[in-house]
């Protein structure tokens, strides 16, 4: 019994305790799992009618937990896009503000990393999987608590990435970290399931209801 809208070119966010269901949003949006009633609709048509792999050709999707792979900087980039040029892969670095700390590797991007990341500090790693999305340039950009766990510098920079990501795609953010998401279209409070509140920063403080003792 959820019932949103989001219109191209909008960025939205979800927000709530834990275990509310904002996850699972995003969860239907790239077919994780189908649901028992009513439907999920892109421009239109059920998703259920796409091909999973058409469906989420139109998605950039970057989680919380960012996997690098047991390959290069320069691999691990363009898992992406497997016909991306070296050259389109510096940009999407440089964009996700990852090119300076690449650069600093004796072997740049062409150094092997481990399985995991390991020697990779989590913004790192977060900025490569910003990297890895800005190079697949998809109309449509989901985001899973892109911040958390990062130290204020790190905060910093991940979030002028994922403005670079973000800008001109319909983006759907998970975030507790509500001081990045105040310039959202519309942020909707999930609580339990359902959707509790929903407006932009601005109304939903004039409110003073749910979102605004969160905010507090």
């Known amino acids: ?5 989001v219109l191209p070119g909008q960025k939205v966010a979800f927000v709530g305790d834990s275990g509310s269901g904002k996850s699972s949003i995003l969860s239907l949006f790239m077919r994780l799992y189908d649901p028992w009633q009513g439907q999920v609709l892109f ?4 998703i259920r009618r ?11 999707i970057m989680l919380q937990d960012s996997f690098i792979f047991n390959m290069t900087i320069r691999e691990n980039i363009a898992l992406a896009r497997h016909e991306a040029t070296t050259e389109e892969v510096i940009q999407a670095a440089k964009a996700a503000e990852a090119d300076e700390f690449i650069q600093e590797f004796p072997q740049g991007y ?12 989590g913004g790192q790693k977060r900025r490569l999987a910003i990297a890895r999305a ?13 911040t958390t766990g990062l130290d204020a510098a790190s905060e910093q920079k991940v979030m002028a990435a994922l403005q670079r990501l973000s800008h001109g795609k319909t983006a759907l953010i998970v975030t507790h970290q509500l001081s990045t998401i105040t310039d959202a279209d519309r942020i909707f409070l999930i609580a339990k399931g359902r959707i509790l509140e929903s407006g932009t920063h601005d109304d939903l403080l004039i409110k003073n209801g749910a979102y605004a003792r969160l905010w507090n």
Do not use: C, H, W, Y
């Open 110 to 121: 062409d150094t092997s990393l481990g399985e995991g990341g390991a020697g990779l500090s």
């Open 43 to 46: 421009d239109g048509t059920d």
């Open 134 to 146: 800005i190079l697949r340039d998809s109309p449509l950009v989901l985001l899973d608590e892109p």
């Open 1 to 5: 019994e959820v019932n949103l809208e």
């Open 50 to 60: 796409f091909t999973l792999s058409s469906l989420r050709r139109q998605m950039a």
